[in-house]
């Protein structure tokens, strides 16, 4: 019997999907459905991908997220509330080759952190700013956040958002868009695998104009909290596509590089 070469009866393995090796083996703290930790992951695999990971800064926030740096296997640095844009600036302009991003949620950046955001994207800083937008103060007590909408229920608006005493919610992407520095600018998800994709191109899109050095890139994630919902996850998803969406509409606000300077120059020249 002639000789059986192993290789023609082991067969090779191929491998579809594998955890990246820039996610810690640590189990994460966020409530089962929430979407901090599918965000977590793209931004992980962008890191891993582009092949950044000893070049990359993250800036932690304050809110569920504040530990991210105990997922990433990044150098972060912690920030004061809402302060993550300013940390980040000065970051990246001590380190200018490093790639420096911030994770902030809602009450964390369009709250506290509304000037900072706003300054820093104004100013066209290199950076890249994630904001997980779910409508509520998740981990104080599910209390009316900026965003939260009309007619939500919170712990602090039982009866629902009123206009007339608590204001508006704060369409922030929509304000950010405006503003000269910024070069890409897009609202996405991550509750079905194909926004989980399109999420991810994002991530890498906006990673890759900071290395290119077009200015500011801000990535909204329209985000669920069935704890501060008050519904398990499965409805979590159905409520966030059945109002979250309507008042915040996924896609691209803006893609270009930032506004040419000498066009504001003009101004002081006329």
Not at 53 to 66: A, K, R
Not at 146 to 155: D, E, Q, R
Not at 159 to 172: F, L, Q
Request: glycine content about 8%; overall charge neutral; hydrophobic content about 35%.
């Amino acid at each position: 019997m002639a000789d059986i070469d192993i290789k023609d009866i082991i067969k090779e393995e191929n491998i579809v999907y594998k955890k990246s090796s820039i996610l810690l083996d640590k189990v994460m703290h966020y409530c089962p459905g929430c979407s901090h930790g599918v965000t977590h992951k793209l931004i992980a695999e962008v890191i891993e991908e582009m092949g950044i990971q000893d070049q990359t800064i993250g800036v932690s926030p304050v809110g569920c997220s504040v530990f991210a740096y105990n997922y990433l296997n990044v150098d972060f640095q912690e920030a004061a509330h809402g302060r993550a844009p300013a940390v980040a600036t000065a970051i990246k302009r001590l380190l200018p080759d490093k790639y420096v991003f911030t994770y902030q949620g809602d009450g964390d950046l369009a709250s506290i952190g509304a000037a900072e955001i706003l300054h820093a994207c104004n100013r066209g800083e290199h950076i890249v700013c994630i904001f997980v937008n779910n409508a509520i103060y998740g981990m104080t007590g599910g209390q009316m956040a900026p965003t939260t909408l009309v007619g939500m229920k919170t712990a602090t608006t039982p009866y629902g958002r009123d206009v007339d005493r608590n204001g508006y919610p704060m369409k922030i992407t929509e304000l950010i868009a405006q503003l000269p520095g910024t070069c890409y600018v897009t609202r996405q998800s991550v509750e079905t695998a194909a926004a989980v994709r399109k999420t991810k191109k994002a991530i890498r899109k906006a990673f890759e104009n900071q290395r290119d050095k077009k200015g500011t890139s801000f990535i909204e994630v329209v985000s669920t909290c069935n704890s501060g919902w008050k519904v398990d996850p499965v409805k979590a998803n159905k409520w966030m596509e059945d109002h979250m969406f309507k008042f915040y509409p996924l896609g691209d606000l803006k893609d270009s590089t930032r506004d040419n300077p000498a066009d504001y120059e003009q101004y002081i020249k006329d």
